[in-house]
């Protein structure tokens, strides 16, 4: 198998995590919060900031500035599925980012949120 079907094979059995992540920018220590139903999607995060256009402008702006070796992309907290029927993931998610958006309070001179 060549490598760029081991790598697809390797996507498709990674398995779908939501989460909470944090962009850091290494030169100033500004952060980003923020959350997603899919951890996988990061690597889209990470396209947008590159091209400019992801839906936070002074991120968007000083990633161009600085530079994408300048900042770091982490997860920084994944949800525990619940067997319960009753768990809802979204509701979960945003409580997980308010508990982080808390906890870093990336606001003002802080962060981009």
């Known amino acids: 198998m060549d490598r760029k079907k081991e790598l697809k094979q390797l996507y498709k059995e990674t398995p779908i995590e939501a989460g ?3 962009i850091e920018n290494k030169r100033n220590g500004k952060i980003f919060i923020a959350s997603t139903r899919n951890t996988k999607t990061l690597n889209g995060v990470k ?16 990633w161009q500035t600085f530079g994408e070796e300048n900042f770091t992309i982490e997860v920084i907290e994944i949800i525990k599925k619940k067997s319960d029927p009753y768990f809802n993931e979204k509701e979960e998610l945003k409580k997980l980012e308010e508990k982080w958006l808390k906890e870093y309070q990336p606001y003002g001179e802080r962060g981009y949120n």
Request: aromatic residues 10%.
């Open 20 to 22: 909470v992540y944090k």
């Open 47 to 62: 396209f947008m900031l590159n091209k400019g256009g992801h839906m936070n402008r002074e991120l968007s702006q000083e």
